[in-house]
């Protein structure tokens, strides 16, 4: 396994990336951050749970980490020797060529992430052709969602949430090309699940919109949209 990046060196992080990215809530329920480096991505993570840790009880609020996962923890460059040129192409690409993280220390970051105790999921445009080559990359780049905190039972497939074709499995939501701020805000109420802070993160402006957008109104949870721009594309 690779280096574990310890939580002393998050906070180190911290000083400098909050004077850049943090949010200033003030009475908005949505902040949007941009950076292309993925330690700044995760430090509003870390300062959530040390700013509104309760000794008291032992405990922190509950957020939720919600990660993109093309372009944003993978990559899959093109080992097909042809040019990907449509949906077909880039399927095929991702069904036979392997995957490498998006950045070195991701799964490191990812894995910190779990040991804070903090709900982590992957939130992927993906359709249900792709669910077994998704969880090997995964595994294979030692990124690991499963029970992270959904067991196996939790699992659901295409239509179970009325209205919507996406499916969980192991850590994964597959929202097979739907809106994935109506996917989300689907599948919280589908687990009946509340949060006082999500954070999601993504490449894709248009999926950062859409998060934004359902999220803006809720006076319950304050949600970080944050878009991840260091290989950026127009699409997943």
């Known amino acids: 396994m690779g280096r574990t990046l310890g939580m002393s060196r998050i906070k180190g992080l911290a000083l400098f990336v909050l004077l850049v990215v943090a949010p200033q809530w003030g009475e908005a329920s949505v ?49 097909l020797g042809t040019e990907i040129t ?15 993280l998006a950045e070195d220390q991701i799964a490191d970051l990812v ?6 105790q903090v709900d982590t999921i992957a939130l992927t445009a993906r359709g249900s052709d792709l669910v077994p080559a998704t969880h090997r990359e995964l595994l294979r780049n030692q990124i690991f969602l499963k029970d992270h905190p959904f067991s196996h039972a939790q699992n659901f497939g ?6 919507m074709r996406a499916e969980f499995k192991d850590g ?34 248009r999926n950062i919109a859409d998060v934004a957008r359902e999220f803006e109104k809720d006076a319950n949870t304050k949600a970080i949209v944050f878009h991840y721009t260091k290989h950026s594309r127009p699409h997943h």
């Open 158 to 163: 295409p239509g179970e949430i009325p209205g």
């Open 111 to 116: 894995q910190e992430i779990q040991r804070a």
């Open 31 to 79: 902040k949007r951050l941009s950076s292309d480096k993925f330690s700044d991505v995760v430090t509003p993570i870390f300062e959530f749970s040390s700013t509104n840790y309760q000794p008291n009880v032992g405990e922190t609020p509950r957020q939720l980490a919600v990660f993109d996962i093309d372009e944003t923890l993978l990559i899959t460059p093109n080992c």
């Open 86 to 100: 449509g949906l077909v192409d880039w399927t095929r690409k991702v069904l036979q060529c392997p995957s490498t």
């Open 172 to 205: 994964v939501l597959f929202a097979q090309g739907e809106n994935k701020g109506k996917v989300l805000r689907a599948f919280l109420a589908h687990m009946n699940l509340s949060y006082s802070q999500i954070v999601f993160v993504d490449d894709n402006a």
